[in-house]
């Protein structure tokens, strides 16, 4: 797979998280703090698994609790994309 733009991985996230915590995408910006709005850890493996289902890469679930930011997670899901 081609490495995707930050802003792809961005729209797939909010797609998810809006999923799993039943807030509605709009709601859901680049800078929100994924915690604030009730992920939890089961949320995170799950997501994990779409996002490496979705872009062919391996994502530790720890990931998501890492960086706090929807920006700041679809930027380090791409930036796996350098690493050999």
Do not use: C, N
Request: hydrophobic share 45%; net charge negative; no cysteine.
């Amino acid at each position: 797979m081609t490495k995707p733009t930050v802003e792809e991985v961005t729209a797939f996230l909010r797609d998810h998280v809006s999923k799993r915590t039943k807030v509605p995408a709009e709601q859901i910006g680049g800078s929100t703090v994924l915690v604030d709005f009730g992920l939890e850890s089961i949320d995170a493996v799950l997501i994990s698994g779409h996002i490496e289902d979705e872009f062919q890469i391996e994502v530790e679930p720890s990931l998501m609790f890492e960086f706090q930011t929807l920006d700041e997670v679809a930027t380090a899901v791409v930036g796996l994309f350098d690493k050999p």
